[in-house]
């Protein structure tokens, strides 16, 4: 695996690699869990995607972007947004700028909050090159709950506060849509967390780890875009408001 924070120009003359850059978050992740876990899940699976492709896709690991669009968690101290407008702008002149030298962007998004923003900035460098793919663990639940706790216990588990964790509400995103718009996070959870991480542990962290990198790597290999740029076959989990898929 090549990471472009190793390199020197030099290295990369008459090349032109396959860039993936990890985007993720700096916010709150309930009481127990690190605010930058949306990012190291995001560099994490980009990583161990990385390894299982051969030295012939050209692929070259960018350093992640953790300041991204998280205002419906601006409700706790941490949290650290830049909205939606400067997130577009942001992916859209990264991008720019890498596909001058590079002949191909994948932007691999750990945080559903991110969206729209995402696709709409890739689709405005679609012939260029670009596409984006969602950190999506199946049978997730929504925010700093068993899937997350579980993933970040195997990342980094001196970061997890195992005896801080609570559950929060655990209805489906449908039930918490209408509160979620109007009142953001803050008033629907009072610890932030959207779900229950009782049961937690660092091994189905690996298992959620490693099947978003076989998935990743897999559409890596095909590479197929859809319309709105998003790389693979497989579909997000469908839920209302484009905003709060995944928090």
């Known amino acids: 695996m ?19 850059l990890p985007l993720g978050s700096c ?12 990012q190291a899940v ?28 998280s205002g419906e968690h601006e409700g706790f101290p ?25 002949d191909r962007l994948l932007v691999v998004n750990g945080h559903g909050g ?14 260029e090159g670009a596409a984006w793919w969602p950190c999506l663990p199946l049978g997730s639940d929504l925010h700093a709950g068993y899937a997350e706790t579980s993933m970040m216990l195997r990342l980094r588990s001196a970061a997890v506060h195992a005896e801080r964790a609570l559950a929060g509400p655990c209805e489906p995103m ?4 209408d509160r979620l718009i109007a009142e953001s996070v803050r008033g629907v959870s009072e610890s932030g967390v959207l779900g229950d991480p009782a049961g937690a542990s660092a091994q189905h962290g690996e298992q959620l780890l490693a099947g978003m990198a076989v998935q ?8 197929r875009v859809s319309k709105n740029g ?5 579909s997000p989990r469908a839920r209302t408001g484009a905003a709060w898929r995944r928090t």
């Open 27 to 38: 916010e709150q992740h309930g009481p127990h869990l690190p605010l930058d876990t949306d």
């Open 114 to 127: 991110n969206l729209p923003s995402v696709p709409t900035a890739i689709a405005t460098l679609r012939r």
């Open 174 to 177: 449908e039930q918490l849509l």
């Open 42 to 69: 995001a560099q994490a699976v980009a990583g161990r995607a990385a390894a299982l492709l051969s030295d012939d896709t050209g692929l070259l690991l960018a350093p992640g972007q953790p300041y991204d669009a």
């Open 78 to 102: 941490g949290t650290v947004s830049i909205g939606h407008s400067a997130l577009h702008l942001l992916i859209v002149e990264l991008g720019r700028s890498m596909l001058r030298w590079a």
């Open 230 to 234: 998003r790389l693979g076959s497989r």
């Open 2 to 20: 090549m990471r472009l924070a190793d390199k020197s120009w030099p290295d990369l003359t008459g090349r032109r690699p396959l860039v993936v």
């Open 216 to 223: 990743l790597a897999e559409d890596i290999e095909a590479w």
